[in-house]
């Protein structure tokens, strides 16, 4: 275990298993229609990889890259598109990949944002969700773990843009982040 996590959250065996069923589940419901993956960079990299893995139907993907968070542990609440999607996906059926809905503020923005630009369907598949920090309500249709109101890392998480690369979800010590 990296000497900065306090405690493993979720193994890498256990993610292993929730992105096969989140996978076989999206397979199942899209088997037949088109499906466009849009991955939220940089948090949702390593979840996308792993998840399109599973998904045994004809998709597509592209990406977005997103911020709100700046450097520090808490959103800043304003939300910047550094880049947009490639195409466009009017008529498709969007299904947008997230590592973590929190405050919703990220995916209150986004759905918003790109719902203007009339997708067939628009739809969340999040691999973590903590619903205890919520500020603006978000409908997630795909979840893989409810987590209490840890700081968590690793998996494509960061704290100040370091330890995405841990194959685990970890809690971080609080000593790390504390000012
Ligand atoms: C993090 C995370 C989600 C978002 C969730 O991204 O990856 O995208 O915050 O927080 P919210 O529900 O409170 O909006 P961040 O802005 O840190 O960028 P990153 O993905 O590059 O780390
Ligand atoms: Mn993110
Ligand atoms: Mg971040």
Redesign the pocket.
């Given at each position: 275990m990296h000497q900065d996590v306090a405690e493993i959250l979720i193994s890498e065996e256990e993610i292993r298993a929730k992105v096969k069923e989140l996978g076989q589940q999206i397979s199942r419901d899209y088997a037949g229609q088109d499906l466009l993956l849009v991955g939220?960079?940089?948090?949702?990299m390593l979840f996308m990889s792993d998840l399109m893995r599973e998904i045994d139907i004809p998709l597509n993907i592209d990406f977005m890259?997103?911020?709100?968070?700046g450097s520090g542990t808490s959103?800043s609440g304003e939300?910047r598109v550094l880049k947009d999607l490639d195409r466009g996906i009017e008529g498709r059926n969007v299904l947008l990949i997230?590592?973590?809905?929190?405050?919703?503020?990220?995916?209150n923005y986004l759905t918003k944002y790109l719902a203007n630009r009339h997708p067939k369907s628009l739809k969340i598949c999040t691999l973590l969700n903590k619903p205890s920090?919520r500020?603006i309500e978000v409908k997630v249709d795909y979840n893989g773990f409810i987590i209490p109101d840890k700081f968590v890392v690793g998996y494509?998480?960061?704290y100040n843009e370091y330890y995405r690369n841990l194959p685990y979800i970890g809690v971080l010590k609080p000593e790390i982040y504390r000012e």
């Open positions: 939220i960079l940089r948090g949702a890259v997103v911020s709100s968070y959103t939300v997230e590592d973590i809905v929190d405050t919703g503020l990220t995916l920090r500020q494509g998480l960061d």
